[in-house]
């Protein structure tokens, strides 16, 4: 695990990734963006938590698990784009995106918007836009 790293600005996971396991990314200082893999289907508690730098998440159309907390805390994210179309959309895990900066703005697939004002863990974001 990276947890607590301070040097990690940027990371590529590996194409064949499944999980990103609970904590593994948790309290890195200087990682500002991420790119969810399309094989990842579950991203485990707190496995961004506190990533205080974090500014860019991108999160693959194959993902069905985001645990507890695991981007909370998150405060310099400015955007997340969800590639996860309607049909496969699952809720979040409890405060999963808690603490984020209050800007941030979701981006999800077109017509998937109310899918995801509707959905829980998703419904937290005052900004929803839908992707061309």
């Known amino acids: 695990a990276f ?3 301070s040097a ?4 590529v996971l590996p194409a ?6 609970e904590y593994t990314f948790s309290y890195c200082k200087a990682l500002n963006s991420i790119t969810i893999p399309d094989g990842v289907t ?11 730098k974090l500014q860019k998440v991108t999160l693959s159309k194959n993902l069905k698990h985001i645990e507890a907390e695991a981007f909370g805390l998150c405060e310099e994210l400015k955007e997340v784009v969800s590639h996860i179309p309607t049909n496969e959309l699952q ?14 703005v979701l981006y999800v697939p077109k ?3 109310s899918s995801y004002e ?13 992707m061309e």
């Not at 990690?8 to 990371?11: A, E, G, H, Y």
């Not at 509707?118 to 839908?130: A, L, Q, V």
């Open 91 to 104: 809720p979040t895990g409890k405060n999963c995106f808690k603490g984020i900066n209050s800007e941030c």
């Open 42 to 52: 579950k991203i485990g508690e707190c496995a961004f938590q506190l990533c205080r």
């Open 16 to 21: 064949n990734l499944k999980i990103i396991e």
């Open 111 to 113: 017509g998937a918007k």
């Open 3 to 5: 947890s607590g790293c």
């Open 118 to 130: 509707s959905m829980y863990g998703w419904n937290c974001f005052s900004r929803i836009i839908e």
């Open 8 to 11: 990690l600005k940027k990371v």
